[in-house]
């Protein structure tokens, strides 16, 4: 019983205790990967969203690579509620434009994007699971 | 937004009425065709300006065929033409969530355009045994 209780203990201390010792520096730069990847993806979630398979393609996409780069920074220590804030901010319905926005506001818009589609087709955007993957593993333990 | 019924009906000679009906439901078929196609389209202008293209040689084909049977209401392509905004593509207010919801309703759009599987304006409205 006593060794079980020790166990829990020890379990909960360990959760509590950031994996790895996250800078400043870091964490901006982590930040910075994710608005220049939630800039991108509100053009391609946005100007695709009248092709209605490849909005679909690219929203799996997203929500691929946006999972695992959270579970990423939750295993490196990262803020539970921070990670709460960038979860919802960087959903693929938070992204795109609103529901009632003008289309004629969304076509001008898309116009201004005109190589959106190669970017999407191609997925040739911002891979932030391994750029954050990159910048947390040069965090010190 | 006037429908080619209502159109044909004053625009077609006289001779030709009793076709009239039947070339406008066909006209307003292969526009509601149409209208898939420029609408969800818009949003992509590589994949937008083929289309449109494609829409603008095909009323011109098909004013000549038209006039090829004797059936050429003189101002055919301005009728297509008042259709264009608000007929062929939304009005500029529109909700952009409204035009999802009526892309996704004819989700395989783009599948059919790119594989030739439109329908062919002159072909549809089917004016080979109305030539003079």
């Known amino acids: ?141 | 937004m006037i429908r080619a019924a209502t159109f044909l009906a004053l625009a077609l000679p006289a001779a030709a009425q009793d076709r009239s009906d039947e070339i406008a439901a066909q006209l307003d078929e292969v526009m509601a065709e149409y209208r898939v196609y420029l609408t969800c389209s818009t949003l992509d202008p590589e994949v937008h300006a083929p289309i449109l293209a494609r829409w603008k040689n095909m009323v011109a084909e098909t004013q000549l065929a038209l006039a090829e049977a004797g059936l050429a209401p003189a101002n055919l392509g301005d009728f297509i033409a008042s259709g264009w905004t608000g007929g062929l593509t939304p009005e500029p207010g529109t909700p952009f969530a409204d035009v999802q919801s009526f892309c996704a309703k004819h989700s395989g759009w783009l599948r059919a355009f790119d594989s030739f599987s439109y329908t062919k304006l002159p072909d549809a409205l089917d004016l080979e045994g109305d030539t003079p």
């Not at chain 1, 926005?101 to 818009?109: Q, R």
């Open chain 1, 1 to 141: 019983m006593r060794a079980a209780r020790g166990g829990i203990a020890l379990a909960l201390a360990l959760s509590a205790t950031p994996a790895l010792a996250l800078t400043d520096g870091q964490k901006d730069q982590v930040m910075l990967w994710w608005q220049q990847a939630m800039a991108e993806q509100t053009v391609v979630l946005t100007c695709a969203a009248t092709q209605n398979d490849l909005e679909k393609s690219l929203r799996k996409r997203w929500e691929g690579i946006r999972q695992q780069t959270l579970a990423a920074m939750a295993g490196a220590g990262w803020p539970a509620g921070e990670l709460k804030t960038l979860r919802a901010a960087s959903a693929p319905d938070a992204l795109r434009k609103p529901a009632d926005t003008p289309f004629g506001e969304v076509i001008a818009w898309c116009n201004t994007f005109p190589d959106w589609f190669p970017v999407a087709r191609d997925l040739a955007f911002t891979a932030l699971d391994a750029e954050v993957a990159r910048v947390l593993s040069d965090t010190a333990p």
